[in-house]
């Protein structure tokens, strides 16, 4: 019986740890064929041995930091699809816990590179392969430190804030240029057990790939919204 992502051509990235290593565990074993980035290279290719178990997936080895990043993805999508149905800007860091007063100014920069510029980059690099694609869709894996309701009261994990509501924006602005184009969606994760959500999180990554799923597998028509565990929540 075929998955509900059959045929479906996508690239994640932070793919080889986390909710992005179980969202990849999911749709493959939906039919999703996959181009999944990780920094790690050791790491991701642990996680594509296991991965290429159970369905399509290729990894590639790309630094979201680099100034030219997005070089090596497009060359796989290319060669590969020449194509694309999903963009899953998954990957992200938080790095500092106070107020911006505490943290150094690199690390606002990294966490901007990487939770910022990094989606920005691959949604210009990739936009040609994804007007090809069937139903294309980007999701942006923001977060609810991120929304305005959060950050009218809270202070800490600053830059981290910071950069997941500047995302919140990038999604509804790119989404309005892209209409009826690429649908083009925010996707929060929940606070979960990963190496940035840390031991104590309340909930796991597998969750979050069901939520993940979720969000895909929206009528193409719904776009510039925000979702959590399939139901929609306020930027």
């Known amino acids: 019986m075929a998955g509900i992502l059959t045929g479906r051509r996508m690239v994640i ?9 179980e969202i990849c565990k999911l ?5 999703a064929s996959i181009i999944g980035v990780g920094k790690d ?12 178990e159970i369905g399509d997936f290729e990894g590639v080895v790309a630094d979201l930091e680099d100034e030219n990043f997005t070089s090596k993805i497009v060359e796989k999508v290319e060669k ?3 194509a694309l149905d999903i963009l899953f800007n998954n990957a992200g860091v938080m790095l500092s816990y106070g107020g911006f007063l505490e943290e150094s100014d690199e690390i606002f920069e990294k966490t901007m590179r990487v939770n910022l510029y990094a989606p920005y980059k691959l949604v210009k690099a990739l ?6 694609g069937k139903e294309p ?17 809270k202070y800490d994990i600053a830059s981290y804030r910071l950069s997941k509501f500047a995302l919140n924006g990038f999604t509804v602005i790119l989404a309005n240029e892209l209409k ?25 990554p597998e969750d979050s790939a069901k939520g993940a799923l979720a969000v895909v597998t929206l009528p193409f028509e719904i776009t510039g919204k925000f979702f959590k565990d399939g139901k929609e929540i306020n930027f």
């Open 13 to 21: 990235t932070g793919a080889s740890r986390g909710v992005g290593f």
């Open 27 to 31: 749709f493959l074993k939906e039919g």
């Open 41 to 52: 290279e050791k790491r991701l290719k642990e996680a594509e041995k296991f991965l290429k």
């Open 80 to 82: 590969k699809w020449n």
């Open 127 to 132: 936009i040609p392969f994804l007007l090809k």
């Open 137 to 153: 869709r980007i999701i942006n894996t923001s977060s609810g430190a991120g929304t305005f309701d959060d950050i009218r009261k």
């Open 180 to 204: 009826d184009k690429v649908a083009v969606n925010a996707f929060d994760p929940g606070w979960v057990k990963t190496d940035l959500g840390g031991p104590n999180a309340p909930g796991l």
